[in-house]
């Protein structure tokens, strides 16, 4: 943690690549999706003033990849919430390699009631 942002590195392996020394688009969307969920998570918790984040699942969520990642690692992944609401948390997250944003994600994160498929995944 950095302030409100949530921070990870990450460094990928040689079967993340698309092709020689560029990580996969692929990955990058589930990076961010995943790291942007576990932000959402965090914060639904906090402003509810829980002790264990709700689960939490992707209602919708946009990547902008803006220029090739290379696989050197480690990559740093950067998330934060831009609106919490409810059960709701819009989060925004950045992937960086080498000190240049490579990728960008903005999404609505939703915690799951009991009944749920994804309910107690954690």
Request: net charge negative.
């Amino acid at each position: 943690m950095e302030g409100d942002v949530v921070v990870a590195d990450w460094t990928p392996q040689e079967h993340h690549h698309a092709f020689e020394g560029v990580l996969s688009g692929g990955i990058v969307g589930t990076l961010l999706d995943c790291h942007c969920n576990w932000t959402a998570a965090y914060h639904l918790m906090r402003a509810q003033g829980g002790d264990v984040p709700p689960c939490t699942v992707t209602a919708e969520y946009a990547i902008t990849l803006k220029r090739p990642t290379p696989m050197a690692g480690p990559l740093r992944l950067e998330a934060k919430p831009v609106e919490i609401q409810g059960d709701r948390a819009v989060i925004e997250g950045t992937l960086t390699a080498g000190g240049k944003v490579t990728a960008t994600c903005r999404g609505t994160f939703v915690a799951v009631k009991p009944g749920h498929p994804a309910y107690h995944r954690w």
